[in-house]
Each structure stands twice: as structure tokens, then as C-alpha cells.
């Protein structure tokens, strides 16, 4: 049996099917993403001002103007008979292509179906009926791929080419490698030209990726953001703190260390047990306990990358900043360090300074704190007064840098 295209031609009581019905003039393209439908309106500018009025959608309105066309983009929670088409399609062995088309209060349908075609595609609300259906070539198939795709936001000439140069120039990288002066100087352009056409660039890339973004918020699983936080917490006496863990799901999201028992913590999770064994014995392995801290990018891969330090052993900020090919961004990494959001599981614990001691740390109990994390992890000069420096992997010249140089010594007074 050969693959085919069919098209159907619906009409549903509510949805987009209603939307297109109420905006004649507009022509609108859909894609279902999970939970949410992304809607993209083009059309009269006079007609797409009215949608903002007319639904539960305009707060993730986004704008696109076009001159004398305006275009529109919005998501949606699709009605229960949008939901029950899928269901329909599903049902007969198809795969909705998208996008959809509503128009006049039309919705416009193809799905991949495969054998003989379906002798109707039951609408229990509406109408449908089959409008084409061809065979699907090896051509015709990457076409309907190359329709799939949502495709770039639409930027001019320029503001693409000064997108790209920001982003080949490192521009959003964390620290910046580039500013808008050097971006404007590589294309010859002048700094407050540069400026305007790298915000507008900007403001459509975000706008168009809203509705990607509200699809992760979307239908998530119990184990997911939208799942409830729970709290569990014990005392650690190794520490002579509290250990307090915020779980949504399995997913650790945070862990603080207190010294006061927080109110209405539960005292019971295998994760909590498992840190608790960890701060008793320094052996136990916590590398495989889901964690998602609330950070950016930059500090992601930091904080990824201390969580594959072993018990035991320690780091300098120099050597993360090199093992993560940043290594101008020393400073950053202590910054991203010292807001780790879920210390002890993420081990900034073990990464010290290139000089000598043990430095800093965030959490209750400060330095004394890290000291006890790492003697009971066996690491190297904990001997109570602080951590001795470790043998550094950089050359002797960077090594020599790092030490401290003496000050000189004072003259004495006649």
C-alpha cells in the first residue's frame, strides 16, 4: 500500500474553525504543538487589529508588521472537537501535516495516510469532506517536510546580517567576547545603526520563538515545572545543619543548608537519604539524581561540569574555566559558583582557589561548611586550617601567575 496526501475541507462549531468564520479576510496557518496550537494571521492590518479583542489569546500576542498587511501570531488551547479531529485522524492511520489552514470559517486538513482512502473523516460536531488526495513521491515527501518546519523569523538583509555577525562575534556569550562597536565596525556601519537593527533582530527572534516556548510549559508530565514543589528536609550532623531539598517530581530544583528546621518539610525521599549517607561516609555517588537549577546557559555548563569533579578530589576556578573553553572566565565561574542554586549535588564545594585555602562559600556555615564537606570526602590538605594548594595541570608560567606575590619588606625607622 503507497503513502498519500489527503485533504479535507472541515467545518467545526468552535476553534479556529468559529475564529476564521468571525475574520473572513484573514488567512491563518496552524501548527499543533502538544497541548497548545501556534496560530500564525496574515492579512488586512485593520483586520488583525481586531483579533487582539476577540479571544482568550492576546497575551501572547506578537505583532509582525507588513506595510499594508499586518501578520499576526498567537497559541491557543485547541477545542475539545480540534482535539477530537486529531483523535479521528489518528484513528484512520493518518499524520496530521502541517500547517492547517482556517479560512472563512474553513479548516483546511492533510494527513498521511497510507492504503485505500478514508470514505469519510467523521466530524460529530461539523462537517468534513475529502478534497484531494495524491500520491506521496520521494519529492512530494521532502516538500511536505520543508512545510513542516515553522521556519526562520522573516528579518531584513540587514538585520539578519547584523544577527549573524553578533553571534559569530560572541556577542551572547557569557562574558561577552564582542560589543555592539566592534559588530558595527566589522560590517562599517555606525554604532546607533548597528544598535537599531540588532534590537529589532532580536525583538523578532524572540516574538517568533514565544509560542515554542509556551509549548514547554505546556501538557508537561507530573514530573515536570508545573508539577508541585515539595520539600523535604533532615538534619545532617556531620554538618550541623538542615539539609533542606525542593523536588518537583524526581527532579531536584534546589537545596538549601539551614540552620533551622524549616516549617512543614516532609523527612522521608530516597534522594535526601542517599545526600545524607553521602555527608556521613564521603563516598557515595549522587551524580545520577536528576538536579535542574534555575541558571542561564553559562552558568549550566559551569555547574555541569562540577558535577562530574569526583569526592575527593578539588579544582581550581582557572582549570573549570579551562576545561569548559572559557578560559578568560574565571571570575564568571566563581560568580556562577556562588549562586549554585543546589550545592552538595552540584559539588562547588570542591573548586578553590588557584592560590591556596579553600575560599568562599555560599551556603550556611560558610567556609567552616566547605571544610567539613571536604574533609569528609578525604580531599587532599583538609587538615582543619584549610585547604593546601593542589598541583596544578596549567604551565609554570600560568602557575607562577596565580601565586600571590610577596609584599615588600617594611623599612625601618631611624
Known amino acids: 500500500m503507497e503513502p498519500a496526501v489527503e485533504e479535507w475541507e472541515l467545518r467545526l462549531p468552535r476553534g479556529l474553525s468559529a475564529f ?16 497548545r496550537w501556534s496560530v500564525f494571521c496574515s492579512g488586512p492590518a485593520a483586520s488583525v487589529s481586531r483579533v487582539a479583542r476577540s479571544g482568550p489569546w492576546d497575551p501572547s ?40 489552514t482556517g479560512r472563512a470559517g474553513l479548516l483546511r486538513v492533510r494527513f498521511l495516510s497510507v ?10 460536531d461539523g462537517e468534513a469532506r475529502l478534497v484531494a488526495r495524491r500520491r506521496l513521491t520521494p519529492t512530494g515527501l521532502k516538500r511536505e517536510l ?25 556577542y551572547y ?9 566592534d559588530i558595527a565596525r566589522s560590517l562599517h556601519l555606525g554604532r546607533s545603526t548597528a544598535e537599531e537593527h540588532l534590537r529589532s533582530a532580536e525583538s523578532h527572534v524572540v516574538r ?15 514530573t515536570g515545572e508545573d508539577a508541585p514543589a515539595v520539600h523535604v528536609a533532615r538534619y545532617s550532623s556531620e554538618l550541623e545543619l538542615y539539609v533542606d531539598l525542593v523536588l518537583r517530581g524526581e527532579t531536584v530544583t534546589s537545596l538549601r543548608l539551614l540552620r ?13 537519604a542517599r545526600i545524607l549517607a553521602h555527608l556521613r561516609s564521603g563516598r557515595e555517588d549522587l551524580l545520577d539524581i536528576p538536579v535542574d537549577p534555575a541558571v542561564g546557559p553559562f552558568e549550566r555548563e559551569v555547574l555541569e561540569e562540577l558535577r562530574h569533579i569526583p569526592p575527593g578530589e578539588t579544582r581550581t576556578y582557572a582549570e573549570i574555566a579551562r576545561r569548559i573553553g572559557r578560559p578568560g572566565a574565571v571570575r564568571a565561574v566563581g560568580n556562577a559558583c556562588a549562586h ?32 567539613r564537606l571536604l574533609r569528609r570526602e578525604g580531599a587532599r590538605g583538609t587538615d582543619g586550617t584549610g585547604l593546601r594548594e593542589a598541583p596544578q595541570s596549567g604551565p609554570a608560567s600560568e602557575r607562577q601567575r596565580a601565586r600571590p606575590r610577596p609584599r615588600p619588606a617594611a623599612k625601618e625607622r631611624p
Open 20 to 35: 476564521s468564520r468571525q475574520h473572513p479576510d484573514l488567512i491563518c496557518d496552524v501548527r499543533p504543538l502538544g497541548f
Open 340 to 371: 549554585n542554586p543546589i550545592p552538595v549535588l552540584i559539588p562547588c564545594h570542591r573548586v578553590v582557589p588557584a592560590h591556596g585555602g579553600i575560599g568562599n562559600y555560599s551556603a550556611a556555615g560558610g567556609p567552616e561548611t566547605k571544610q
Open 260 to 272: 533551622r528546621a524549616p516549617p512543614g518539610a516532609r523527612r522521608d525521599h530516597p534522594h535526601l
Open 146 to 170: 520543508d512545510r513542516i518546519a515553522t521556519g526562520p523569523p522573516r528579518l531584513t538583509p540587514r538585520q539578519t546580517e547584523v544577527l549573524l555577525a553578533a553571534v559569530r562575534g560572541g
Open 173 to 181: 556569550e557569557v562574558p561577552r567576547r564582542s560589543t555592539v562597536e
Open 115 to 124: 492504503g485505500k482512502p478514508a470514505a469519510k473523516l467523521a466530524a460529530r
Open 61 to 100: 500576542m506578537v505583532w509582525l508588521d507588513r506595510g499594508s498587511e499586518t501578520c499576526a501570531r498567537f497559541s491557543y488551547s485547541p477545542h475539545p472537537a480540534e482535539i477530537g479531529l486529531l483523535r479521528r485522524v489518528a484513528a484512520l492511520g493518518g499524520f496530521i501535516l502541517p500547517p492547517l
Open 208 to 222: 517568533s520563538a514565544a509560542t515554542l516556548i509556551e509549548r514547554s510549559r505546556a501538557g508537561v508530565s507530573p
